[in-house]
């Protein structure tokens, strides 16, 4: 862990569990705040980093960026099985909880604060003394139950209007709700902006009672892992710089589709991915 008297402000702070995938190639390192913190760099944003892992797992990739990882007995560990009728997920291990006032004095004013949980280790609400420009929430780890076998299924996220009316955006994707529309919609209505991700159909945008699908160019897909977390990476940024919703879904449109072409972290956006995608937003 960083001497935390040394540590500088950030403009992104990310703060969830790092996952330990498994996959048939090995461990790999994953989670909201891998694939998001990475990103956020990529697009050029100071990055901080509030995570728990176990030995097993080397954060190694994050070297670049200042994180504070506390000591956990495990990593929390996912293993992912693809099938002709989707993707089945098992929760095989789960680090500790996170507390939000262990967040250093510095980094609790950066100018985007993203709470991105994998298994529902942290809270929704920023208690006092956090005084970001934008908080941006990606609540897939609260929208996750999984039972005595690890098989992870969706869930009805109970109480989750405090968390929605503080936020300033959201990103959620169409699986993390079991494709309920009805909930999509309640929510939306408790929620400033609120995005929706649909695969390779690209993303619906919720904003100020209006709704508008963005739609993903065709690409060749070869790993969609990580693809919603570089999305709301893309969307939060581009949110925070431009305050345009819709300009902030296309943008992030465009970089989750470059992403899906490559292999796990691999997929994080290249400069040039991001010039052509903003070119081609600006347009």
């Not at 934008?134 to 999984?146: A, H, V, Y």
């Not at 897909?221 to 893309?234: N, Q, R, S």
Request: charged residues 20%; aromatic residues 8%; hydrophobic residues 40%.
């Amino acid at each position: 862990m960083p001497d935390l008297a040394l540590l500088e402000p950030v403009d992104y702070l990310v703060v969830g569990h790092v996952a330990h995938d498994l996959t048939p190639e090995g461990p790999r390192l994953g989670g909201t705040v891998t694939y998001s913190a990475l990103t956020a760099r990529a697009l050029g944003y100071r990055v901080g980093i509030v995570t728990a892992a176990g030995p097993e797992t080397s954060l190694e990739l994050l070297n670049d960026i200042p994180h504070i990882s506390i000591e956990s007995p495990r990593s929390t560990t996912y293993e992912n099985i693809y099938t002709e009728h989707g993707r089945i997920q098992y929760l095989r291990a789960q680090a500790i909880r996170l507390n939000l006032n262990k967040v250093p004095d510095v980094w609790r004013r950066a100018s985007i604060i993203h709470l991105g949980p994998i298994a529902g280790e942290v809270d929704s609400v920023l208690p006092a003394g956090f005084s970001p420009a934008l908080i941006g929430l990606t609540p897939q780890g609260w929208m996750r139950q999984w039972d005595s076998e690890g098989r992870v299924s969706p869930k009805r996220w109970k109480d989750y209007e405090p968390a929605l009316k503080q936020a300033g955006a959201v990103v959620l994707s169409r699986e993390d709700v079991g494709g309920d529309d009805e909930i999509i919609e309640h929510m939306a209505g408790h929620t400033r902006v609120l995005a929706v991700t649909e695969a390779d159909a690209g993303c619906i945008l919720y904003w100020h009672g209006d709704r508008r699908r963005f739609r993903a160019p065709k690409v060749q897909e070869v790993d969609a892992t990580g693809a919603g977390d570089i999305f709301a990476a893309a969307f939060f940024t581009r949110l925070f710089s431009t305050c345009d919703p819709w300009e902030a879904a296309r943008f992030a449109t465009l970089i989750a589709s470059h992403s899906v072409t490559r292999i796990g972290l691999e997929g994080i956006p290249t400069p040039q991915e991001i010039e052509a995608s903003m070119m081609e937003v600006l347009q």
